[in-house]
């Protein structure tokens, strides 16, 4: 069935620090890969998103790639910061959400 | 701003109990969605409805049943609640674009 896996599953690093987060699906007609992000007890927030029609999008500091050749995108954190701890989860679809098991990232001052 | 509630934050039942779960969403939105979560494991779709009568089964429906009797209301019901369902409970909702919005979550513990 379709899948989506999601590394690793816990990330620290230090602030300034980069956090890359990777995924793979199984599903070759997904054409949407969104990342939400989850603050303790606080639900979860879209934060970036990408088609399949595109290979790269960044904002601000956060950045999402896609090689849909592989079936795996990423999401990369730049000069990261605390507020940025949170659990990040993946998702892929074609006509319903997948989501990936999550990453807990640890940003420590 | 795009607002789903859901009908408590906190709710204890007991096994065997018949447990509603209610998701109300203000944007018109055509689909909606039920997840739980659970550590380790990620958001698992048990529900999802794309109009108004209709559902379909997603990953884990067994236990589980829905109703859909307008538009804006999608509620999540536990025929005899057992204590593997204890969990987090996530009410998502979306429009014609991908982009789902989610509820503040339920936390069901089952006694």
């Known amino acids: 069935g379709e899948n989506v896996e999601q590394h690793p599953s816990t990330l620290s690093v230090q602030e300034g620090d980069s956090a890359v987060i990777k995924c793979t699906y199984s599903?070759?007609?997904?054409?949407?890969f969104p990342w939400y992000k989850q603050e303790l007890g606080k639900r979860p927030q879209l934060i970036i998103d990408?088609?399949?029609?595109?290979g790269e999008k960044k904002d601000q500091r956060i950045a999402v790639t896609l090689n849909k050749t592989a079936k795996h995108f990423s999401l990369h954190i730049t000069e990261t910061q605390p507020e940025d701890s949170a659990v990040y989860f993946c998702?892929?679809?074609?006509?319903?959400?997948?989501f990936g098991a999550g990453t807990r990232l640890a940003v420590h001052p | 701003d795009v607002k789903v509630t859901q009908s408590s934050r906190y709710l204890v039942k007991r096994t065997g109990e018949k447990v509603f779960l209610e998701c109300v969403q203000d944007?018109?939105?055509?689909?909606m969605f039920w997840y739980r979560q659970d550590p380790g494991l990620g958001l698992r779709l048990i529900y999802f409805?794309?109009?108004?009568?209709?559902?379909e089964k997603g990953d884990i429906p067994e236990g589980y049943s829905v109703s859909r009797e307008k538009k804006e209301r999608f509620s999540l019901i536990l025929e005899s609640a057992s204590t593997n369902q204890t969990s987090m409970y996530l009410c998502?909702?979306?429009?014609?674009?991908?982009?789902?919005?989610f509820g503040p979550g339920t936390r069901l513990t089952v006694l």
């Open positions: 599903d070759s007609a997904s054409n949407y």
């Open positions: 409805s794309y109009d108004v009568k209709m559902k």
């Open positions: 990408i088609r399949s029609n595109v």
């Open positions: 944007m018109d939105h055509e689909n």
């Open positions: 998502a909702s979306r429009s014609t674009t991908p982009g789902q919005y």
């Open positions: 998702a892929a679809t074609y006509n319903k959400l997948i």
